[in-house]
């Protein structure tokens, strides 16, 4: 699924940048049912799609990192950039765009959690609970 979403946003903004943005991807086999799913996806969707506009201005190269793992019922995907990093005052519940609106209304609906940090790029982690897959 990432390496899709990935593939998604790349062919979409090559065609409008000359900057060549690599992804190193390296998610654990994780079971998610489809209510977690789903929102995970576009979780992961806006986040690499909002790096890949911002964090690399004028043509910069670079690299957008995506890890996932699981320990005991607890999941975190981590979404970093070696970009130019975020605004000293940044903070996710004061912007007004569509995108970043949608990413803390469905980590509300994972009943998960969000950490921001802006050290050699931006890194947004974001954990949740795993719910029983149901068969």
Sequence with gaps: ?????????????????NNDISFDI???????????A????????????????HAFPDHQDGRIEISGYKKDSNVTFMIKDSGRGLPDDFSIDEQSSLGFTL?????DQLGGTLNIQSDDGATFIFSFEQENIRG
């Design 26 to 36: 390296d998610i654990d086999a994780i079971n998610l049912n489809l209510n977690q």
């Design 1 to 17: 699924m990432v390496e899709q979403i990935t593939s998604s946003v790349k062919e979409v903004y090559d065609i409008a940048d």
């Design 38 to 53: 789903v929102p995970c996806g576009v979780i992961i969707n806006e986040l690499v799609t909002n790096e890949y506009k």
């Design 103 to 107: 990413v803390n209304t469905l980590i």
